[in-house]
């Protein structure tokens, strides 16, 4: 037969309270009805101001935009004003400080603004041949020009306004102008389908085209049975005259200069 179990030790006392714990917190009060604050009714919480109804709302903003159109409006009407006015000023003062007239003043009325009038006095005379019948720019002077035209009238005997082509070269060969200068005379060389004077009316045609010299073209034999092509007799005007003459001068002065003193006023003596 078994033993028995051993005996349960004895408890230490405090053990059913559970002594050595920390104290129960005290219970709370209750919160009373006073201390208690209630939510506020949805009424209550609206502020004092209330806001407008939309329709109201889109009228005052169109309103503000309307007002703020018109000052915008108004700022660029002064803008306006003062530019007009600045501009005003601007014109008097231009006109205040421009030169007189040609008319009263004798002068070129065309200068550019910043410069001063243009001088009451005329130029200097010219120091050098050359001078007397050029400007700076390359232009002829009315001497120029008024000596052409003494010569052309010389030789515009039909009083037509133009000169033909052995007129034209006749001058060149009373002037001094060798042969191989001669456009006209050294190109007459015929062949069996074009005579010599077609041939020389084509390159001398050719030559003031090229030079853009004034002239115009006429057929010279309507009969005949072959035309040149792009060909004509060139007839020189008194503008292309002065253009040839002055071209020749400009590149060679000296020669030109003795040509004409030497053979131009008695050539044009003779054809009087």
Known sequence: MDSPPPPIPPRPPGYEIGGGGRPPLPARNPPTREAVSLPSSPQQEQPSFQAPPPQAQSQQWQQAQWDQWQEFLKFQQQQQQQQQQQQQQQQSQEQYSAPRSQSHQGGNSNAPPGFGPPPT???PPPSQWKDHFFYSNGNPTPPFNNLMSLFFSKLDTQRSGYITPEVWSSWLDAIGFPTEENLWKKSLNGNWMFSAQDVADAELKWFLEAFYM???SVVR????????????MPLLSLAGFTHFMAMEEKLDAQIVKSRIEARGRQAALDLV
Do not use: F, I, T, Y
């Not at 034999?221 to 004509?232: D, E, M, T, V, Y």
């Open 221 to 232: 034999n309507p009969n005949a049975a072959h035309q040149l092509p792009w060909g004509g």
């Open 214 to 216: 004034d002239h115009k």
């Open 121 to 123: 006095q005329p130029p």
